[in-house]
């Protein structure tokens, strides 16, 4: 496999795996365990395994090898670790490094899992957390310490987009040894450039832009091969997060079209939040592409493109948001993000209902705030839709 290949040759063509019969399409190595040819070499290879030699699909299979070569070919990592699930990958990517003791820096805006890892897991077991507001550099500077274990941000927030300047707590993080971990499920994989700004370990929810069909639950942690195979392997193959070889079969087939995918949604994302914007019946629009958008010179020096994530808050309340909610025909309810479908979600009551009152009013997650994940529809009738739906309210 050329390292020269370009993104949409990677996608398609790098980790592939092919058995004697020459298969053009990916295989699915559908089994948990592996025969040897004798018992020495069963020992031999309990001692290490070599290249392609696999012991328990617990603790990798040709599959999952394939998909986590392909994301970490894109991510530009060295290494990859899939997981069952995107939390799977947060948890277990902190929980892997971490211990009694160590302190972490977080930006208070992350989606709700995320801040029950960090208030309610890691706190339990004596890992001191700060969460600050991940776009006030300053409050970087303050909280970060030099007994600072690592820093852990969405490099753009559920749900209301925020972009944090990844270079710059980078810098900062680096400063103190510090180890730099990002949920980088918005920025996705096609325009992502975490690593070259600095971070150290990049997560990705596989089951939203990888996948991108709503088929498979999936994870993946990117970084160095010391950090996934001399800290996340160990964890995670003895505490059960594996992600399933038919998962990965998917997430390998989703792969071959995401470029595509992800630049058709974007650019239906900018179209929409730029004919939203302006709107009387909305009190504000949300995305990165947008001039108005308070970060938006930041995300446009640290993504190649903005995603295909936008809210908008709905004036009128709850009541309102609903009555546009159930009015919506083309766009579907539901709390997933990066399908091939548009899906709008209301964060107040769903994703992040269980966060406290008074931490939704700190993050901006209001009872009129919709989370609109655009797919492959065409744009038009995706703003048409949507134009209908607050004519209902």
């Not at 990859?80 to 971490?98: D, E, H, K, N, Q």
């Not at 505490?239 to 997430?251: K, Q, Y």
């Not at 655009?374 to 004519?391: M, N, S, Y």
């Amino acid at each position: 496999m050329s390292q020269n290949w370009n993104t949409r040759t990677k996608l398609v063509h790098h980790g592939a795996r092919r058995s004697q019969y020459g298969e053009v399409a990916e295989a699915i190595y559908m089994t948990q365990g592996f025969v040897y040819p004798t018992a020495e070499s069963a020992e031999a290879r309990f001692l290490g395994t070599g290249p392609d030699e696999f012991i328990y699909a617990r603790y990798g299979n040709p599959t999952v090898a394939a998909f986590e070569e392909r994301i970490a070919a894109i991510e530009g990592t060295e290494d990859a670790f899939a997981t069952a699930s995107g939390m799977a990958a947060v948890s277990g990517a902190l929980m892997a490094m971490l211990r009694a003791g160590d302190h972490v820096v977080a930006a208070r805006a992350l989606f709700g899992s995320c801040l029950y890892v960090l208030e309610k897991v890691l706190a339990r077991y004596g890992v001191e957390i700060t969460l600050i507001d991940g776009t006030d550099l300053d409050a970087w500077r303050g909280a970060i310490r030099a007994d600072t274990k690592a820093v852990f941000l969405e490099t753009v927030s559920n749900p209301t987009l925020e972009v944090i300047d990844l270079a710059a707590v980078a810098k900062l993080a680096h400063a103190v040894g510090a180890t730099v971990v990002v949920d980088n499920v918005f920025a996705t994989p096609v325009f992502s450039r975490a690593t070259e700004l600095g971070a150290d370990v990049v997560i990705y929810s596989a089951t939203k832009h990888i996948d991108g069909q709503g088929r498979a639950l999936g994870g993946v942690i990117c970084g160095t091969r010391d950090f996934i195979r001399g800290t996340v392997e160990p964890y995670l193959k003895h505490t059960g997060g594996a992600l399933s070889p038919f998962n990965a079969w998917i997430m390998l087939n989703g792969m071959v079209t995401m470029d595509l995918r992800v630049r058709a949604q974007a650019a239906s994302a900018q179209a929409i939040a730029e004919a939203l914007q302006g709107e009387n019946r909305l009190s504000r629009v949300i995305y990165p592409g947008l001039p108005t958008h308070p970060q938006h010179a930041i995300a446009n020096a640290q993504m190649d493109g903005f995603g295909t994530v936008l809210a908008f808050e709905i004036a009128g309340g709850q009541a309102a948001a609903f009555r546009f909610l159930n009015a919506l025909q083309v766009a579907v309810i539901s709390n997933n993000l990066g399908d091939a479908r548009t899906i709008a979600t209301h964060p107040a009551t769903t994703t992040h209902q269980r966060l406290p009152q008074d931490q939704k009013t700190l993050l901006g997650i209001t009872p009129g705030l919709i989370r609109l994940s655009v797919g492959l529809e065409d744009t038009a009738d995706l703003i048409a839709d949507l134009r209908a739906a607050l004519d209902a309210i």
